[in-house]
């Protein structure tokens, strides 16, 4: 037979050689893999995931452990169905781990992981945190202040209103289940009873309209009563009642009570409280614990959430939640339904030092106008239309100039007079009220100073005062504009530091940044400047404007500096965090101008609640007075001296070496609004 043709794709046999060689390459190579990849190795060689299984704590269907989760190399709570609990307990267990993971919130425990163990019973695991929950936090009051306590209220309502808009019921929120660490985080937890708001969705997921139980006895299975006592809503102590997120905003009402209070709002027998929860039988807080200061408008917030009627709630979370923000900012609560003179009262405590100030000007105001219409009375001889001319300029503040010159026309005062006693007042109010409200103060002071120069362009008074008073808003421009020489010899260092920095044209609304006053301060201390009050002033100008930062305190430091005597050695650090100044200095320290008008510390515009001094010099503490810090470290401070009685109403702390400081000194020299404790070290 004749052997086929061969063609020109005929396949041939591969060399056996090539075969061995490409086995070669691709051979599995432990040893080299134990090499290369060492972890990508532990991993494949990890036998059992969860190691080291220690009990944390035991629940009606649950048991908690501690254990170590060896592919991700971290520690992690395990939840274990209860080894008491059949299988028709399977489902809700796992659909409680479902409902948490499929939810994602800063404040809402996360689920890592589900799975089923050896013996065939599921288990999930989620975030290890610590043992500190808001039950522990409450029992502490009164050393954990409310408003912390109402900061964490605020991020578990944050938690809640997120579940709500994605259909979630908690419907078991106590204090208990809220855990808290010391670094702010608040998590939202125990999630068994959680519901889906829309059932038909839910079945349609594959979640129950109920996850779990938790203060049901573990005999009587049939039980519709699912809740924790003290913290449940009516609807949830009666069977077969609709349940929604006003249900959550009842329990939230608990929760607010308990912080108030520091019990939940029903106790007693197990019948007894579900008798007081079914008919909401919420005593007035005031009432019931007249020893705690419970505030009016908290108090109704309590109330209105706790409505037996869900209407009569809170529609929201987020209602809720503003009315506790409303609080915190000051304002009224709605539930309170504050009248007039609420308002007022809330008014004038949000703003203590603005109306101070403005109800000592008006005074001030009062009395000079009083003033200048008796010496107007003894001057003039004008008409009844003239007087009540007057009377409507003495309580205008921005009258034109046209009416200044029709009343100047008919008034033998003159001019020039007149102008001497604007720039004087001028002078007057500077003197009085810069170190409470700078920029208010200045802005008053340049009117009236305008007013004197139009009256008298020569006015030698005013253009000084009109030219301290640019050099105080650093608008070193327009105060160079008024032609002040060296010649005024007061003013002379004042000229030449405004002419070094010639450039500055700031206002009001357009402030030097940080490093243009630090620069500006440096110059003023290398060229001996010794006016310390006006660079006073020109930092109060400067932190009034700009709200003081974290960022500012170079700028105070600084100033400092020139102060005491151009040390170099003066450090102040600042951190905003847990509020703390620490100042320190070689020799001396100062901290006010002892010669001053105000002798206020400028540390003042630092949101403080704790002060560490350290001098090698003297130090007078009566610098610190009206400071609202509650300790002062005052160990590294080797000459610490009282010369006059202080007021730091917040003070209940005092650190010093061993017989630094006697108790008869601070009780004499100190008043506070809370007992002083001395901490001495022993090792100092």
């Avoid at 004499?668 to 901490?679: A, P």
Wanted: aromatic residues 8%.
């Amino acid at each position: 037979m004749r052997e086929p043709k061969k063609g020109p794709f005929e396949f041939k046999q591969p060399d056996p050689k090539l075969l061995k060689i490409y086995a070669d390459a691709n051979r599995y190579d432990e040893e080299l893999l134990d090499l290369l990849c060492p972890s990508f190795a532990s991993i494949l060689e990890a036998g059992k995931r969860y190691t080291d299984v220690e009990q944390l704590g035991q629940g009606a269907l649950k048991d908690v452990f501690r254990t170590f989760d060896t592919r991700s190399r971290r520690w992690v709570a395990m939840a274990r169905l209860r080894k008491n609990r059949g299988y028709r307990f399977f489902d809700p267990f796992i659909h409680e781990a479902w409902l948490i993971a499929g939810m994602n919130h800063p404040n809402i425990i996360k689920v890592h992981d589900v799975g089923v163990d050896g013996g065939q019973r599921p288990f999930f695991t989620m975030d290890l945190r610590g043992n500190t929950s808001l039950q522990t936090l409450i029992s502490q009051e009164p050393s954990y202040p409310l408003a912390g306590l109402l900061e964490i209220f605020n991020k578990i309502c944050d938690a809640i209103s997120y579940a709500h808009s994605r259909g979630v019921l908690h419907l078991d929120l106590k204090p208990q289940n809220i855990q808290c660490d010391s670094f702010g985080e608040v998590l939202v937890c125990d999630w068994g009873l959680g519901q889906r708001t829309h059932f038909e969705e839910a079945e349609d997921e594959g979640f129950p309209s109920g996850l779990s139980r938790s203060v049901i006895d573990e005999d009587e299975h049939d039980t519709q009563v699912l809740g924790s006592l003290g913290y449940m809503a009516p609807e949830q102590a009666l069977p077969n009642q609709r349940k929604d997120e006003r249900t959550d905003i009842y329990s939230l009402g608990c929760i607010l009570h308990a912080i108030l209070t520091g019990h939940p709002p029903f106790e007693g027998t197990t019948e007894k409280v579900l008798d007081d929860t079914a008919h909401s039988r919420v005593a007035p807080l005031r009432k019931r614990f007249p020893a705690r200061e419970i505030p009016e408008g908290l108090e109704a917030v309590v109330l209105k959430a706790m409505a037996l009627a869900p209407g009569d709630r809170y529609e929201s979370v987020r209602l809720l939640q503003q009315e506790i923000r409303n609080y915190l900012g000051g304002y009224a609560t709605a539930a309170e339904e504050p009248g007039f003179f609420r308002e007022m009262r809330l008014f004038f405590g949000r703003n203590r030092l603005p109306a101070s100030i403005a109800s000592l000007a008006l005074i001030i105001l009062t009395v000079t106008c009083v003033l200048f219409v008796q010496y107007l009375d003894r001057e003039q001889t004008a008409t009844a239309e003239e007087r009540q001319r007057a009377n409507r300029l003495l309580t205008e503040v921005d009258m034109i100039s046209s009416d200044y010159q029709e009343l100047f026309k008919q008034s033998d005062l003159t001019k020039k007079e007149l102008a001497l006693n604007l720039t004087n007042s001028a002078n007057a109010n500077m003197r009085m009220s810069v170190a409470h409200q700078p920029v208010q103060i200045v802005a008053h002071a340049l009117r009236l100073v305008d007013m004197a120069l139009m009256l008298d362009p020569e006015c030698v008074p005013a253009r000084r005062a009109q030219f301290v008073l640019n050099c105080i808003k650093l608008d070193h421009k327009a105060a160079l504009k008024m032609g002040i020489s060296d010649q005024y010899g007061a003013l002379a260092p004042m000229v030449n530091l405004a002419r070094q920095f010639a450039k500055f044209d700031f206002d009001e609304e357009k402030r030097p940044t940080t490093e243009q006053l630090i620069a500006f301060y440096h110059a003023a201390a290398k060229n001996k400047f010794e006016n310390s009050n006006h660079l006073e002033k020109v930092l109060l100008y400067q932190l009034e404007s700009t709200r003081l930062r974290p960022t500012d305190a170079p700028l105070v430091e600084a100033f400092f500096q020139v102060v005491n005597d151009r040390s170099k050695k003066l450090t102040l650090e600042y951190t905003w965090k847990n509020r703390t100044a620490v100042v320190s200095n070689e020799g001396d320290l100062k901290l006010r101008i002892p010669s001053g008008n105000y002798k206020l510390c400028v540390l003042r515009y630092f949101t403080l609640s704790h002060l560490i001094v350290n001098c090698s010099g003297s130090f007078k503490v009566s610098d610190l007075n009206l400071l609202e810090i509650e300790s002062l470290d005052l160990r590294g401070c080797y000459n610490a001296t009282f010369d006059q009685r202080i007021h730091l109403l917040r003070l209940n702390r005092i650190y010093t070496r061993k017989g630094q400081i006697s108790a008869s000194d601070v009780e004499k020299f100190i008043h506070s609004n809370s007992s002083v404790k001395i901490i001495e070290d022993p090792e100092l």
